[in-house]
């Protein structure tokens, strides 16, 4: 499983990713979970090259990218615990970053 994650992770449904160009069903289901958590945490923490963005647009790029970057039912297993989501954060975010939480 962590073989297929770590090899697997930056593969996208529509075939356009990396390293094999793999396409839907052929991209195994915990690579296409944690493909949604790393862009999650990504988009919407502070990074050396970006401040973060609020999880209301990171919901909305997840979302507009159903079937093209990500499976459908990873995103919606997220977005169906939207308000569970805007607790956890709640709890990590830095005040030293000040990000909303809400935009």
């Given at each position: 499983?962590?073989?297929?994650?770590?090899?697997?992770?930056?593969?996208?449904?529509?075939?356009?990713?990396?390293?094999?160009?793999?396409?839907?069903?052929?991209?195994?289901?915990?690579?296409?979970?944690?493909?949604?958590?790393?862009?999650?945490?990504?988009m919407s923490n502070p990074r050396p090259y970006?401040?973060?963005?609020?999880?209301?647009?990171?919901?909305?790029?997840?979302q507009s990218n159903i079937g093209i970057l990500?499976?459908?039912?990873?995103?919606?297993?997220?977005?169906?615990?939207?308000?569970?989501?805007?607790?956890?954060?709640?709890?990590?975010?830095?005040?030293?970053?000040?990000?909303?939480?809400?935009?």
């Open positions: 499983m962590l073989k297929n994650i770590t090899s697997y992770h930056h593969e996208r449904v529509n075939g356009k990713g990396y390293p094999h160009k793999l396409k839907g069903s052929q991209i195994p289901i915990e690579s296409k979970i944690v493909a949604v958590a790393d862009v999650f945490d990504a970006h401040k973060g963005r609020s999880i209301e647009e990171t919901f909305e790029h997840l990500f499976d459908s039912d990873c995103v919606n297993a997220l977005l169906e615990r939207k308000e569970e989501v805007f607790e956890i954060k709640k709890i990590f975010v830095s005040k030293e970053y000040n990000l909303p939480i809400h935009s």
